[in-house]
DNA sequence: AAAACGGGGGC
DNA sequence: GCCCCAGTTTT
């Protein structure tokens, strides 16, 4: 995979995109306030917990002001299901008391600022960003991560380390779609264990066909 | 029974 | 770098 077949990979993905459901994260409202909050609840969790526990908790809480109306306690307790609760319920509150106090109750537009709010680390400050406030940026979660490394189109360690790569070698207009495209391709296609090959309509581009045998019978 | 889940923080 | 987090689903 290099930069030649990268533009015609985007664009198959792109049409494949239409036939998946929508991930969680992406189906909520371009609100930076959401986007924050959904990021928190899916740390390390299902995307179908996730969407469960936020479509319940954005009926209630839509700002910082409302969050804060209720104990730490209680959001633990509504945010259950996904796991983490009582990390990811303190964290909110933190983050909501930060936003009202410091930036007059706004989520702060920079990477910077973000990357200071408890809990945010640099997959959540950038799909802020990106999705948020539509801003240049890199969001690299595990999918991301798994799938540019597959391809070989970078050789990286760490998702930080791929955020750093993509953001030398990926052309800028790449930025935002790479994640909404390849968390979808990689909830359905090219999964962490067994890699679904026989499905895939990229399979010409990646440095790992047929890996879904290997996978198989390793494991 | 284990591993995995759209990570992040503490050490 | 390594390890934990917590409950649920998947293998």
Sequence with gaps: MNNQNIAQTFAILQENKKQWQDSTLESLEKNPFFILVGCILSLRTKDQMTRQVAERLFKIIRSPQQLLSYSEDDIAQLIYPVGFYR???????????????????????????LLELPGVGRKTANLVLTVGFGKPGICVDTHVHRIVNRWGYVKTKTPEQTEMALRDKLPQEFWIPINSLLVLFGQNICLPRRPRCGNCSIENFCDQVGIEKRETQTK
């Design 87 to 113: 990390r990811k319920a303190k964290n909110l509150i933190d983050i909501s008391k930060i936003l009202i106090i410091k930036y007059q109750s706004q989520v702060p537009s920079t990477l910077e600022e």
